[in-house]
Structures are given as structure tokens and as C-alpha cells.
């Protein structure tokens, strides 16, 4: 999900405004607007879940000397190395809603979406620690907002693919999509110097995210 809400009437953590100014910092907010009504997105109600990313093209290593808090789900672990990846989708599960969509997931974790992806129909993303593709399956679960996920959600999801038969990826496909481990001194500094140029390659759409990460105040 990349629009930030707040549930109500709920114990479980929103996103306050102490993490609002950090994701602005670093142009981790969309701010592309809602389709309008005559090109409205899938009733999230007709979005079909467990589903399998169609494909993976793209797979990075990184890491970094100074960590960041992930706040993509609740525990809200702080990430100092993790995996860039760029998977191919079905724009109906991307398409950006003004309510939960579905989580996209990577082995036992939740990933990251740093696009929206609906019209390149591709996804890039940010998966803390060092996942293994060909042993850990990729799928979108059921609509919510992931800082509201917990281990027990994911296992929860993940059984639920197993189930479905979505499966990881030919370790043959994964070799060839994978690329070097490349360092950065902090996430700002990745999402400049790296991932913009990514963004720019799979979802030139979505261009404007590239030229947000490369303003001064991206930088520390």
C-alpha cells in the first residue's frame, strides 16, 4: 500500500506523523492521484488472492552502512542489508486504491513496493535481509496495509500460498536476473544513486519517483 492511512478503533500502530517526515525525506511517498472514475482500478472485493507475481527480472543485494527502521510491517525491524528486486505483474493487484491493497510478500517477509507499477506493470522493491528467490516464493496476500502485518500474519499468508500451489522461482532464472551486491552508505543514498535508474528502466512512467530521490533533499 503506498497511500498511508490510519485505521480507527484499532490498538494495532499506524503510520504516525514522526515516520511521515522520514518518508517524505527520501521520496518514499507517491503522490500520483487516484485513477479517475473512468478509469477506476478492480473493486478490491474482485482482486483475487493468493496470487503469484508473474515474474522476477531483476535481483540485487545490498547493504548498508547506516540502517533504516522498515516500517512495511509492524515489528518494525531496522534493515542493514536486504534485496532490491524487480518482479512483473498483473496491474489489477497494483492498480493504486484509496483503501487496503493487497501485501506483497517474499518468503517470510513483506516487501517493499517503492511504485505503484499499474501501468509499466512492473514493481520494484525493497526486501529486508538476503532472500534466496529460487527457496522463497513471491506472491500478493489479502488487502491491508503491511506496517499492520506481523510474523503471524505472514505465516498465516504464506501457508495460504502453499495452499494456492504458488511456488519460488527456477533457481536457472533466478541466477540469470541476479546481480552484484552493490554498497551504500544509507537508504537515501541507494534510492538516489541505484534505485532511481531501476525505476527509470522498468516503470519510466513513474519517473517522477527517480527525480524526487535525486533532490538535495534526499541527501543527509
Wanted: net charge neutral; charged share 25%.
Amino acid at each position: 500500500m503506498l497511500k498511508h492511512e490510519h485505521r480507527e478503533g484499532t490498538g494495532k500502530r499506524g503510520r504516525g506523523a514522526g515516520i511521515l517526515p522520514q518518508l517524505l525525506s527520501i521520496g518514499l511517498l507517491s503522490f500520483a492521484p487516484l485513477a479517475p472514475a473512468a478509469e477506476a482500478p478492480p473493486r478490491v472485493a474482485a482482486v483475487v488472492t493468493p496470487a503469484a507475481v508473474a515474474d522476477v527480472v531483476y535481483i540485487q543485494p545490498f547493504t548498508l552502512r547506516e540502517g533504516y527502521v522498515f516500517d512495511w510491517r509492524q515489528e518494525r525491524p531496522r534493515v542493514t542489508s536486504g534485496t532490491l528486486a524487480v518482479f512483473k505483474v498483473a496491474p489489477g493487484l497494483v492498480y493504486p486504491r484509496d483503501a487496503a491493497e493487497p501485501v506483497l510478500y517474499a518468503g517470510s517477509q513483506t516487501a517493499q513496493r517503492l511504485n505503484h507499477g499499474h501501468e509499466s506493470g512492473y514493481v520494484v522493491a525493497l526486501i529486508p535481509g538476503d532472500v534466496d528467490l529460487s527457496r522463497d516464493p513471491v506472491w500478493f496476500g489479502t488487502a491491508d496495509l503491511p506496517e499492520w502485518v506481523d510474523a503471524d500474519t505472514i505465516r498465516a499468508e504464506r501457508a495460504k500460498a502453499q495452499e494456492a500451489g504458488i511456488a519460488p522461482f527456477a533457481k536457472g532464472r533466478v541466477r540469470s536476473v541476479t546481480h552484484d551486491r552493490v554498497q551504500s552508505s544509507d537508504l537515501a543514498t541507494l534510492l538516489r544513486d541505484h534505485v532511481a535508474e531501476i525505476v527509470i528502466r522498468y516503470a519510466p512512467q513513474e519517473s517522477a519517483l527517480a527525480d524526487m530521490w535525486r533532490l538535495p533533499i534526499a541527501q543527509r
